[in-house]
């Protein structure tokens, strides 16, 4: 599913619009389930390991305004492990493989929206920081030992925080660094 979006704030805030997405939807499978996704910074929506939905933003700028931005979304909800490539059934899966059961699409759906729906106007109006402590609780990322994989290296070290900004701030053995969304992405160890 793809959302256009039509913020009115800075263009450095359409970076955190995915995980606005991710949170939504993780949000909306716990109050349809009742079981709590975990999101693997930043745009990814894990249950029992595996990516049951992820999350990808685009924006469209002029100076220094946003024109629109979409939201994509795709979620897994009833997919079997037999329908996914031999090569996927290792990192990908379904809510329904995570729970158990099968559940009405149109009820997770609902829900993801509704949820969105609830946080876009502080998100605009504040930008990360208006559901940063929700992120943060959701991510379970504080803490954790991490690598972080850029197109040409490979940095590990232990997640301190998601700045307000919706960045990482991860202490490695060379000091204390940031790391933009979509700058790389993150392998739990």
């Known amino acids: 599913m793809s ?17 606005l997405g991710a949170l939504s939807i993780a949000d909306g499978i716990f109050r349809v389930t009742g ?34 931005a979409v939201l994509g979304m795709g979620i897994n909800v009833n997919l079997t492990a037999s329908s996914l490539p031999e ?12 729970t158990g059961r099968t559940w009405d699409r149109l009820e997770v759906l609902t829900a993801v929206l509704a949820g969105l729906e609830a946080r876009y106007d ?12 929700e992120f943060l609780m959701a991510t ?3 803490g954790r030992c ?9 940095r ?3 997640v301190l ?10 202490a490695t053995d060379s000091g204390v660094s940031r790391v933009r969304i979509g700058e790389a992405s993150l392998r739990m160890r």
């Open 3 to 19: 959302l256009v979006l039509r913020p009115d704030f800075h263009p450095d805030r359409c970076a955190g619009i995915p995980l």
């Open 35 to 68: 079981f709590r996704p975990e999101i693997k910074w930043p745009n990814d929506v894990n249950m029992n390991g595996l990516k049951v939905a992820g999350v990808l933003g685009e924006s469209a700028v002029e100076a220094a305004a946003v024109r629109f």
């Open 87 to 98: 090569e996927l059934r290792q990192t990908a899966g379904s809510v329904a493989s995570a």
């Open 122 to 133: 502080a998100y605009v109006q504040f930008g990360f920081e208006s559901i940063r402590d």
């Open 140 to 142: 379970r990322l504080v």
């Open 146 to 154: 991490v690598d972080v994989i850029f197109p040409d290296a490979t």
């Open 156 to 158: 590990s070290g232990t």
């Open 161 to 170: 925080d998601v700045a307000p900004d919706g960045e990482l701030v991860l």
